[in-house]
């Protein structure tokens, strides 16, 4: 690992079981993630982006060794003099020090937070149960870390069920942030929420990211999304890494028919270019990753698809500088991407 990187992925797997019969026995495994590499720069944002099903939660949660995985290795720098430690090889005892410096922001704000517990309880859990500070300490600190997500701190005794969705997940984020951590991954934290409520969650994200130097992995579906926060962009496609580009160059230049289908669906303001634009409908379901189809996985729905993309799954290589693909035809294709970021560079 480089100094300036944060995390390294290198061929994560996570095969789930799959049992049937009279005793249960192990008759298939579903391959959530089947092969992941890719790497994330201290103060950056990496997205992870794909349909659901694609693995990018299941991704996420392995890097934050919520699940244990199959195989791979999970490389993990905590701060720029800190060794490198595999975070695939720890056992539970083992990660409990580490969890200060990587912290989670999920999905649902609803039910990520317990309802019987107050907002100095919720956000102050991080530091009792790390031993960071306990009474009027961790009080103090828990106003802090309200005051610093938009809350006011005179909220501290309330319930959950008092807040509204955004207010909620300003809580999640507090209760991320408790114990100064160095990475956070942000599993789809906006999608729950009302559109305008997504960009205040949004500027806040980026807000703390500049003040305290924090690097994110954020998950999402949503390309609209994606391209205000992120600085790379990782596509997913049943389990596997389809492309990975800078943020801007993946939106005006996509190098694989799975992720020209997904920009196609990005809203696009300018009434002129949103004319000029057609949707891509692919056609069929997403390949059940317990039983993928040979060659690469894309090929029954893709429309530039070939012989040779029944037989043989395309690696995933460095088609240009910093924009990996992996598709047979990458140097061939001339791929529709965003007009309006196409026009930005």
């Not at 701060?79 to 539970?92: F, K, M, R």
């Not at 596997?240 to 696009?268: D, F, G, M, N, Q």
């Amino acid at each position: 690992m480089s100094d300036d990187t944060i995390l390294e992925v290198k061929d994560l797997k996570k095969h789930f079981p799959v049992t049937g019969g009279v005793f249960s026995r192990v008759i298939g495994h579903v391959r959530a993630v089947d092969g992941v590499s890719f790497s994330v720069r201290r103060g950056e944002t990496l997205a992870l982006v794909g349909e659901s099903g694609c693995g990018k939660t299941t991704t996420g949660r392995l890097i934050a060794r919520l699940y244990r995985p199959t195989a791979g290795q999970i490389l993990f720098r905590p701060g720029p003099e800190s060794d490198v430690i595999d975070l695939a090889q720890l056992e539970n005892k083992e990660l409990r020090p580490l969890r200060q410096h990587m912290q989670m922001i999920f999905q649902d704000p609803y039910s990520s937070l317990n309802p019987r517990k107050t907002i100095l309880e919720i956000i102050g859990e991080p530091l009792r149960l790390n031993k960071v500070a306990k009474g009027k300490e961790l009080e103090a600190r828990v106003v802090e870390l309200m005051k610093v997500v938009g809350l006011r701190p005179e909220y501290i005794t309330r319930y959950p069920n008092a807040f509204s969705g955004g207010q909620r997940q300003r809580i999640g984020v507090a209760r991320a942030l408790a114990l100064n951590p160095s990475l956070v991954i942000a599993d789809e934290p906006v999608s729950a929420l009302d559109v305008s409520v997504q960009a205040q969650i949004l500027n806040l994200l980026k807000r703390l990211q500049q003040e305290l130097n924090l690097t994110y992995v954020f998950i999402s579906h949503d390309l609209s999304v994606v391209k205000h926060i992120s600085n790379r962009v990782a596509v997913m496609y049943v389990g596997k890494i389809v492309e990975t580009a800078p943020v801007r160059r993946l939106y005006a230049k996509p190098l694989h028919p799975y992720t020209e289908a997904l920009l196609s669906a990005v809203h696009v303001t300018d009434p002129k270019l949103r004319d000029e634009r057609k949707r891509i409908v692919l056609q069929g379901d997403v390949p059940d990753p317990a039983n993928p189809p040979s060659g690469c996985y894309f090929h029954p729905r893709c429309r530039y698809a070939k012989d040779i993309c029944k037989h043989e799954a395309p690696p995933l290589v460095e088609v240009q500088p910093g924009h990996l693909a992996a598709c047979h035809f990458s140097n061939e294709l001339d791929l529709a991407g965003v007009a309006a970021m196409r026009t930005a560079i």
